[in-house]
């Protein structure tokens, strides 16, 4: 089993940054790439960004130039650092884990419990 706890989200005003950050444990594997998504009220979750084991990142075009997505190998966490936030961005933020390609067809098998970050106009 993998576990996967996130920390860093609340409340902030448009046009600051938040850091978010999560940490993995169990029986992870070292060549499986983490990933963020969210899911706003009334919306279905969607993908943010994903990392691979390589370094590798995707991010989807609505947080290109905004967000950035790190991790830490020795330490099993990711990290979503996001600057110059929109109201639009308000959301839970959750983090995962599994292969590269099972994140990108958004259907990772590992989830955190979410962590809330609201956006301030």
């Known amino acids: 089993q993998v576990q996967l706890v996130e920390s860093g989200g609340g409340l902030v005003q448009a046009g600051t940054s938040l850091r978010l950050s999560c940490a993995a444990s169990?029986?992870?594997?070292?060549?499986?790439?983490m990933g963020w998504f969210r899911q706003a009220p009334g919306k279905e979750r969607e993908l943010v960004a994903c990392?691979?084991?390589?370094?590798?990142?995707y991010y989807v075009d609505f947080v290109k130039g905004r967000f950035t997505i790190s991790r830490d190998n020795a330490k099993n966490t990711v990290a979503l650092e996001m600057k110059n936030l929109k109201p639009e961005d308000t959301a839970v933020y959750y983090c995962?884990?599994?292969?590269?390609?099972?994140?990108?067809?958004?259907?990772?098998?590992?989830w955190g419990q979410g962590t809330q970050v609201t956006v301030s106009s």
């Open positions: 995962t884990t599994d292969s590269y390609s099972r994140i990108l067809g958004r259907r990772p098998s590992y």
């Open positions: 169990g029986r992870i594997l070292s060549s499986y790439a």
């Open positions: 990392i691979a084991s390589s370094g590798s990142t």
